[in-house]
């Protein structure tokens, strides 16, 4: 991957969440407060423009630029836990022109750190995690057997939309969606589908 892959990344990200921005606000709506699609609709565009703007040289400059500007512009939860993602991913890479499937693995194992160090949330407790850990997991062993970005980002979107789907029948343990206890049960966690969304991007792109 280089700059220019990851800022295509990037771009495509936002237009699937333009796209999806009503599916995913209907699904904060059932279990939390209704902004999610609106949030990262207003984030995604922020981080097209600023990149646009200054665009810069190195996958980990357009990783950490992009955390930045979400942690800066959007309110809710999820900006703070998909900026600080994208900025320990970006820190994790080296400051080459181009970085390898494998540095990708380290960086998306520090984005996903980063979350739990946030938000404190564990597998299961119905949150982004339960997409971004099985896309990690996945991504992980397809370039541990030797596929290229390409493959192991495909497997990687196929597990985040499978672990997405997966966070239907639980019941949520962290964040906005706790607060209804029992009744959080039979929806797909919001933040889930999104993370599903940048790795489906991730793998178009690549
Ligand atoms: P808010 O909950 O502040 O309205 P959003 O609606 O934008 O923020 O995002 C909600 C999503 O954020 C949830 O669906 C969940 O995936 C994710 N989330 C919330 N709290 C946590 C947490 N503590 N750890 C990980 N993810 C979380
Ligand atoms: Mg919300």
């Known amino acids: 991957m280089d700059a220019t892959l990851a800022r295509d990344w990037m771009r495509a990200a936002a237009t699937a969440i333009a796209a999806d921005t009503d599916r995913l606000t209907r699904l904060d709506a ?6 999610h699609g609106v949030n ?8 097209v423009a600023a990149l646009e ?6 996958v ?14 959007v ?3 999820s900006g703070p836990l998909y900026g600080s993602a994208l900025r320990a991913a970006g820190k994790a890479l080296p400051a080459t022109a181009e970085v390898q499937p494998s540095d990708l693995v380290a960086a998306l194992h520090a984005g996903l ?11 299961g407790d119905k949150t982004l995690i339960d997409a971004y850990g099985p896309a990690l997991d ?6 541990a057997g030797g596929a290229g970005l390409a493959e192991a980002a495909g497997a990687a979107a196929s597990a985040a939309e499978a672990g997405a789907e997966a966070t239907v029948p639980l019941q949520a343990r962290k964040g906005r969606a706790s607060y209804l206890g029992k009744r959080s049960i039979g929806h797909q966690d919001p933040g889930a589908a999104s993370t599903s969304l940048i790795f489906q991007a991730l793998a178009e792109v690549a």
């Open 30 to 35: 059932a279990i939390g407060d209704g902004d």
């Open 40 to 47: 990262l609709h207003r984030g995604f565009t922020a981080v």
């Open 53 to 58: 703007k200054s665009p810069p040289e190195t």
């Open 60 to 73: 980990s400059e357009v990783l950490v630029k992009a955390g930045t500007t979400l942690i800066s512009r």
């Open 75 to 77: 309110g809710g939860a």
């Open 113 to 123: 750190e980063a979350v739990r160090r946030l938000g404190g949330a564990a597998p």
């Open 138 to 143: 996945a991504f992980e062993k397809a370039v």
